[in-house]
């Protein structure tokens, strides 16, 4: 006898959905701010790691729309907060590949689940809007890392204007890139073919995303 119900989330809607907003918001602090912060001595590695904590936090919630998901984003967001963890206090190249890698993996899996919510059939909400941002944020984290990788393995891959090549500098390459700012230079293949898709993926993502929101209805209005 096979039996069927209601696929059980471990959170309701609303509360993935404020799980977005906070993603959104730690993601931001974590990339525009912290860096600033951390230059200055303000916060050591461990402080920032706190917030990397919470932003894993947020993102498992934001997308356990069902148990399988939830677990295994669960799980990679422990395995990645183990390794950053372990990537400042031993900060080797093994780390911070490893590091790097599972990051990737876990907010990989983050900006493609809330890319199924944002590209859903329900009407247009401020929700999904603050999903597609989330999503965009992500998705320059994910290149961000992939940058680190090919430094390690292949240095002086990326000319960044004299900058040291570490995580931060990545970053902020990636965001210039994403939003065609430009900033340092590819060098070699691998490094062009990585900074060409994520160029191009800044250019069709906010198209695509519009022309999706104008295509969905507009939120219901109670007494029309």
Aim: charged share 10%; aromatic share 8%.
């Amino acid at each position: 006898m096979k039996l069927t119900g209601p696929r059980v989330a471990p959170f309701s809607a609303a509360t993935r959905d404020h799980a977005r907003l906070a993603l959104l918001f730690l993601v931001a602090i974590e990339v525009f701010v912290l860096p600033s912060v951390f230059s200055a001595g303000l916060l050591s590695g461990l402080d920032m790691t706190i917030v990397t904590g919470l932003s894993l936090i947020a993102g498992v919630v934001a997308v356990s729309g069902s148990v399988p998901v939830a677990l295994v984003a669960g799980l990679l967001s422990v395995l990645a907060l183990f390794s950053r963890i372990l990537t400042v206090i031993h900060p080797a190249k093994e780390t911070q590949l490893l590091d790097s890698l599972l990051t990737m993996l876990v907010v990989g899996l983050f900006a493609g689940t809330i890319l199924v919510y944002v590209f859903g059939k329900e009407r247009s909400t401020v929700h999904r809007m603050v999903g597609a941002i989330a999503v965009y944020l992500l998705i320059a984290v994910i290149f961000g890392h992939a940058y680190q990788i090919l430094w390690l393995l292949r240095p002086g891959s990326l000319s960044l204007n004299g900058a040291s090549g570490d995580l931060n500098d990545l970053l902020y390459f990636s965001f210039a890139t994403l939003t065609t700012l430009g900033w340092g230079t590819p060098v070699g293949p691998f490094a062009r073919a990585l900074v060409s898709m994520e160029a191009l993926v800044g250019q069709l993502y906010p198209a695509i995303l519009i022309a999706r929101l104008v295509s969905l209805p507009g939120p219901s209005r109670r007494g029309a």
